[in-house]
């Protein structure tokens, strides 16, 4: 295995993602990340931010965060 492909967080490379079964695994634990739903990017938006760009990669985690923050 090279280099790039080197396991990163348990996962060996990007192909594993399109295999059905390896998300559906993922989506099951997700929620028992410790600490996931503190997320760290948040101590990194200021509190006056009027945008965020969303690049949608994600679940839309992140930015129901955010918008947690502005009420």
Do not use: C, F
Not at 6 to 20: D, I, R
Not at 21 to 44: A, F, K, T
Request: aromatic share 8%.
């Amino acid at each position: 295995m090279s280099h790039r492909q080197a396991s990163v967080n348990g996962y060996e490379s990007k192909k594993e993602w399109s295999a059905v079964q390896h998300v559906e695994s993922y989506l099951n634990i997700v929620n028992d990340i410790p600490h996931r739903s503190e997320g760290i990017l948040l101590e990194y938006v200021p509190l006056n931010a009027k945008r965020i760009l969303d690049l949608g990669t994600g679940d839309g985690h992140l930015v129901y965060l955010i918008r947690g923050l502005s009420s």
